[in-house]
């Protein structure tokens, strides 16, 4: 399995708060990728990065911000959470090649009160 | 703009038959690769097959077969012999050349029944 490990797993907060997602790979891959998976709307794209200090969003990145300074770590910020952004969020990476899947982490529940 | 669509959201198949999960896509690319992943309760988002837009034969993987039509932009999953771990959910998704980016469909639920 691909060496991917999120942080925290599970996290509860209250609205208005910054959280911090983390997630950190041991496969030196190029690509990582920030996901939340919410019933009805599959797998929508926060943020993806490309390289160090390389990012861009994707298709749900109002109200999140991302960080890569090494290329295995990619931080991702909730400045002020919401409620809606209770979600689970899945951080992947992929290596160079269109034929690369992407390889998954284990995901992170986040509730915001 | 990319997507992916999957028309079914939930489906269920007895143990051992076969069953059928659509997916069709709308992209300008020329080069890109199809994905099917499983979810099961567990969370964990599992690859199960890739297709590449280029290759017209179908790809296979055990039990695991896809109905690749280029022309009606359409990548069905076949799960052959379903078995009671085959409950999950199936997602959809298409990488396209140029951006990296890889796009989901809302995903199908399967239910295997004893």
């Known amino acids: 399995d691909a060496g991917i490990t999120q942080s925290p797993r599970h996290k509860v907060t209250e609205t208005g708060t910054p959280v911090t997602l983390r997630c950190h790979q041991t496969?030196?891959?190029?690509?990582m990728y920030w996901y939340r998976q919410d019933p009805g709307h599959g797998l929508r794209l926060i943020h993806y990065?490309?390289?160090?200090?390389?990012?861009d969003k994707g298709e749900v990145s109002d109200g999140y911000s991302v960080s890569r300074s090494k290329t295995e770590d990619f931080l991702l910020t909730l400045e002020s959470a919401t409620s809606s952004q209770t979600s689970v969020y899945f951080c992947?990476?992929?290596?160079?090649?269109?034929?690369?899947?992407?390889?998954f982490g284990d995901g992170t529940r986040l509730s915001i009160l | 703009a990319q997507t992916v669509t999957q028309s079914q959201p939930e489906m269920s198949v007895q143990e051992a038959e076969t069953v059928t999960l659509s997916c069709t896509y709308d992209?300008?690319?020329?080069?890109?690769?199809l994905f099917w992943y499983k979810q099961p309760p567990s969370r964990q988002m599992i690859l199960v097959i890739r297709?590449?837009?280029?290759?017209?034969q179908n790809a296979t993987e055990n039990r695991f077969s896809v109905n690749f039509q280029k022309a009606a932009k359409s990548f069905s999953l076949k799960i052959s012999d379903s078995q009671l771990g085959d409950a999950a959910m199936y997602f959809c998704?298409?990488?396209?050349?140029?951006?990296?980016?890889?796009?989901f469909g809302t995903g199908t639920r399967l239910k295997v029944l004893a």
């Open positions: 992947a990476i992929s290596g160079d090649g269109l034929n690369q899947p992407q390889h």
């Open positions: 297709q590449e837009a280029y290759k017209q």
């Open positions: 990065s490309y390289g160090v200090k390389d990012t």
């Open positions: 992209t300008s690319e020329s080069d890109y690769y």
């Open positions: 496969e030196n891959h190029r690509y």
């Open positions: 998704a298409c990488s396209t050349s140029g951006t990296y980016k890889y796009i």
